[in-house]
T-cell receptor
Framework: DAGVIQSPRHEVTEMGQEVTLRCKPI?????LFWYRQTMMRGLELLIYFNNNVPIDDSGMPEDRFSAKMPNASFSTLKIQPSEPRDSAVYFC???????????FGPGTRLTVT | DQQVKQNSPSLSVQEGRISILNCDYT??????FLWYKKYPAEGPTFLIS?????DKNEDGRFTVFLNKSAKHLSLHIVPSQPGDSAVYFCAALATSGTYKYIFGTGTRLKVLA
């Protein structure tokens, strides 16, 4: 199994630009999570999907952030417009509902200048 | 407000000795706890977990202890090996709700050869 796949691995963009992060969960997993890691706050859950439906988006920082899951094998996290304070590592994770362990992708390091 | 706290940002231990990583939580609804290990440029990987009905769970060199009255858990690594050098995150969730992890900010463990 290839595990959770994220792209791109690194993204450098200028303030005000749109950024799209992509995630392919493990085949057969029906829960998908987007996290953001910063030094100050550690790993924060941004949004959680179950069977492609957003269940909890209370962690999405503001309207500039949006996430979609059009099918069971693909999800995107979009930031528009991006700001320097969005610079962080963004992780996608997937799991089987009812199983508590989540499997993380390698992350996307976003730098907004 | 941090519901899950790892108050030691870093820890250094000599190879062969015991490493003890600590985690405190505030929400009494949490009933399942996990430890994840993270190497640089990789996503976190699941290490060990414990349900609140237990006070100890062991897997090889790794043991997690849970003290519910103190709302405290710890991860013991014995003996510590240089390959254990990583950032360790504890996570908590309330299984009666959604599978939403709350992560601590992590402890960086360095095992000295």
């Amino acid at each position: 199994d290839a595990g959770v796949i994220q792209s791109p691995r690194h993204e450098v963009t200028e303030m005000g630009q749109e950024v799209t992060l992509r995630c392919k969960p493990i085949s057969g997993h029906n829960s998908l999570f987007w996290y953001r890691q910063t030094m100050m706050r550690g790993l924060e859950l941004l949004i959680y999907f179950n069977n492609n439906v957003p269940i909890d988006d209370s962690g999405m920082p503001e309207d500039r952030f949006s996430a979609k899951m059009p099918n069971a094998s693909f999800s995107t996290l979009k930031i528009q417009p991006s700001e320097p304070r969005d610079s962080a590592v963004y992780f996608c994770a997937s799991s089987l509902s009812g199983l508590k362990e989540q499997y993380f992708g390698p992350g996307t390091r976003l730098t907004v200048t | 407000d941090q519901q899950v706290k790892q108050n030691s940002p870093s820890l250094s231990v000599q190879e062969g000795r015991i490493s003890i990583l600590n985690c405190d939580y505030t929400n009494s609804m949490f009933d399942y706890f996990l430890w994840y290990k993270k190497y640089p440029a990789e996503g976190p990987t699941f290490l060990i977990s414990i349900s609140s009905i237990k006070d100890k769970n062991e897997d090889g060199r790794f043991t997690v202890f849970l003290n519910k009255s103190a709302k405290h858990l710890s991860l013991h690594i014995v003996p510590s090996q240089p390959g254990d050098s990583a950032v360790y995150f504890c996570a908590a969730l309330a299984t009666s709700g959604t599978y939403k992890y709350i992560f601590g900010t992590g402890t960086r463990l360095k095992v000295l050869a």
